[in-house]
């Protein structure tokens, strides 16, 4: 439709100051530019000589991509752990979750779920679009591109797998994928994840009943209390048990109300190693914060657990402590486990 051409000139907007990424600036609070430092004509030139480096390690589109991974596995891992390049992140994002390659095997499926098909939760979607990345210039304005994009993705999935539908905490998923590729991009990324094309399947904490939240928050619980018993015993006492801080953590990977410098670096990581980068920040947190953590009563306590300081949150520091917490031994065990106790046969009735 033909815009109608007005007379006089409509109102100047305003022009409202953003950080890097997109985000409105904020004196307080969680602010994602919080840990933006002011880089010298040093460091940027030592940001391009990291970019060339990621940019060899690539190739054109990913071309050298698997090869590389191949040949140094190693160097691969640090890199990616270091952070990637935020100009290259949406394309490594892809090449390393395996997102790419479906895209490539399902040429046209997106687009058809979108246009052709329809879903038992585009109400629920509606409801909650504005919720996810409030203070995001790209999501900000009703019925905007970035809410429409938001929209189809989170609608395409709930169409694509039934069974999961649609859950308010895959928005903040989407969401940070939307600011970093396209709509496709993006729900392939989205079906990698939750389906397992290079990790264990995380649709677990989106199905009825978050059957691995619950999964997910007792091992954690059990961590707690075997890497740090002291803490352990005091949320004991205190009647502080996970589910009442952590679920967040697992259900948008930090993506929510974490400052989003710390959560890329942590999805970097996420996506090259799987879940349990998401147990080891969690426990790193609670270590940084341990000593001050053991003083405090139920409520001071609760509003600790929910707004951890800056020092704890910035990944310069945080992610290097969460690197020296090794839980994947522990983990595996837990979960053998729990597949143990599950494919147990109940005990036959005495006669």
């Known amino acids: 439709m033909e815009r109608k051409r007005n007379s006089e000139p409509g109102p100047?907007?305003?022009?409202?100051?953003?950080?890097?990424?997109?985000?409105?600036?904020?004196?307080?609070?969680?602010?994602?530019?919080?840990?933006?430092?002011?880089?010298?004509?040093?460091?940027y030139e030592k940001e391009e000589r990291r970019?060339?480096?990621?940019?060899?390690?690539?190739?054109?589109?990913?071309?050298?991509?698997?090869?590389?991974?191949?040949?140094?596995?190693?160097?691969?891992?640090?890199?990616?752990?270091?952070?990637?390049?935020?100009?290259l992140r949406g394309l490594v994002w892809q090449l390393i979750s395996g997102s790419r390659d479906l895209l490539l095997m399902n040429p046209g499926v997106y687009v058809q779920l979108v246009i052709y098909e329809t879903s038992a939760s585009e109400l629920d979607i509606i409801r909650d679009i504005s919720r996810t990345f409030p203070s995001h210039v790209f999501f900000q304005k009703r019925h905007g591109p970035g809410q429409r994009s938001l929209y189809n993705v989170l609608k395409a999935y709930s169409v694509y797998d039934r069974d999961v539908g649609y859950v308010q905490g895959m928005g903040f998923i989407a969401g940070l994928l939307l600011l970093y590729m396209s709509e496709e991009d993006a729900f392939w990324l989205l079906v990698a994840l939750l389906k397992g094309a290079v990790h264990s399947p995380i649709e677990g904490l989106y199905q009825a009943g978050l059957p691995l939240v619950q999964q997910y928050l007792l091992q954690f619980d059990q961590l707690v209390r075997e890497l740090?018993?002291?803490?352990?015993?005091?949320?004991?006492?205190?009647?502080?048990?996970?589910?009442?801080?952590?679920?967040?953590?697992?259900?948008?990977?930090?993506?929510?109300?974490?400052?989003?410098?710390?959560?890329?670096?942590?999805?970097?990581?996420?996506?090259?190693?799987?879940?349990?980068?998401?147990?080891?920040?969690?426990?790193?947190?609670?270590?940084?914060?341990?000593?001050?953590?053991?003083?405090?009563?139920?409520?001071?306590?609760?509003?600790?657990?929910?707004?951890?300081?800056e020092d704890a949150m910035d990944p310069d520091t945080l992610l290097p402590l969460a690197y020296s917490i090794k839980v994947s031994k522990r983990l595996e065990e837990m979960k053998q486990d729990c597949d143990k106790a599950v494919a147990k046969p109940a005990n036959p009735v005495q006669q």
């Open 12 to 43: 100047v907007p305003l022009l409202v100051p953003v950080d890097r990424f997109g985000f409105l600036k904020q004196e307080h609070g969680n602010s994602p530019q919080r840990f933006t430092k002011t880089k010298s004509s040093s460091n």
């Open 51 to 87: 970019v060339t480096k990621w940019r060899k390690m690539i190739g054109t589109g990913g071309s050298d991509w698997k090869h590389y991974v191949r040949r140094k596995p190693h160097v691969v891992k640090r890199r990616i752990r270091k952070g990637i390049p935020d100009c």
């Open 228 to 309: 740090m018993p002291k803490l352990g015993e005091h949320f004991t006492q205190e009647m502080i048990n996970p589910s009442m801080y952590a679920s967040q953590w697992f259900i948008t990977v930090f993506s929510y109300s974490f400052p989003f410098h710390s959560a890329l670096r942590i999805w970097d990581v996420f996506l090259a190693e799987g879940v349990k980068i998401v147990f080891k920040v969690g426990l790193a947190l609670l270590k940084h914060c341990q000593d001050d953590l053991l003083k405090l009563p139920f409520e001071e306590l609760m509003h600790a657990l929910r707004n951890f300081p």
